[in-house]
């Protein structure tokens, strides 16, 4: 279960969040939890989880160089200081607000998996492509772009998230039917990239207004692995619940 806090929290308020969520979370079994705060929250977050080992880091982003002339950018290497080991890439508002290319995006997870972190690279259609009968057209796409560079063997180092862009931030979730036929698409084309023992391997996150009152339907899909989690992930008490959805 991942949570996607995009620029929420300041440093404060991410210490303030760890005290009431680590207890939440105390003992929870068989779930990797991963929180990604904005870039300034990430040493006050790293210090909250010095003493835990129930929750991980991950980065909202980082650049495709170990250093450099890039101003404004971050490197694998600052991240992994504060104990960073997951990072989000090619989400939907980074490629539609901000312009990333596949191109840039591939580069990226290729750094990301030579950097040891583990990438978890977003896909998803937007209303306008699934209203026009192209989901699965430009899930291939982006898929085929954005794995490029990944070897059989860092396949299985690799995360997937399909995020229906019309789903994020809106209260729209994609009902079952449409998030497993995604995620059955998506499987069926990983075990032909890579092979369907590698394909098996690979968690693919659903992620697009997923909250309490969905969480336990979603998981309870054969190809949905978890879930990428965006504002109800802000609250200790919905995202604790969240990470404890019930197995059905």
């Not at 104990?83 to 607000?97: A, C, D, K, M, Q």
């Not at 950097?115 to 699965?136: K, M, V």
């Not at 019309?166 to 995604?182: F, H, L, P, R, S």
């Not at 879930?227 to 019930?246: M, N, T, Y």
Request: proline content about 4%; charged content about 20%; hydrophobic content about 45%.
């Amino acid at each position: 279960m991942a949570a996607n806090w995009k620029m929420h929290k300041t440093a404060a308020e991410t210490r303030k969040f760890f005290l009431e969520f680590s207890p939440a979370v105390a003992g929870l079994e068989g779930r990797d939890l991963v929180i990604a705060p904005p870039f300034t929250s990430i040493p006050a977050a790293s210090e909250a989880l010095a003493e835990t080992g129930a929750v991980s880091l991950a980065a909202q982003n980082m650049y495709c160089m170990a250093q450099g002339a890039y101003t404004g950018e971050i490197a694998p290497a600052m991240l992994k200081e504060f104990g960073v080991r997951w990072v989000i890439l090619g989400h939907s508002e980074r490629r539609h607000i901000l312009g990333e290319s596949d191109g840039l995006i591939a580069r990226k997870v290729e750094h990301a998996l030579e950097s040891d972190l583990t990438p978890i690279l977003c896909i998803g259609e937007t209303l306008r492509e699934r209203e026009a009968g192209r989901t699965l057209e430009i899930i291939d796409g982006q898929l085929s772009a954005g794995l490029a560079h990944v070897t059989a063997e860092q396949g299985g180092r690799t995360v997937l998230a399909y995020e229906p862009v019309w789903a994020i931030g809106t209260g729209k979730t994609a009902t079952a039917d449409q998030a497993q036929e995604v995620h059955g698409h998506i499987r069926s084309w990983l075990a032909g990239r890579f092979d369907p023992a590698i394909a098996g391997e690979i968690r693919i996150l659903y992620g697009g207004s997923v909250n309490p009152a969905n969480v336990d339907d979603l998981m309870a899909l054969p190809d949905v692995d978890g879930a990428l989690v965006g504002g109800a992930s802000l609250s200790p008490e919905s995202f604790s619940r969240l990470a404890r959805f019930k197995v059905r």
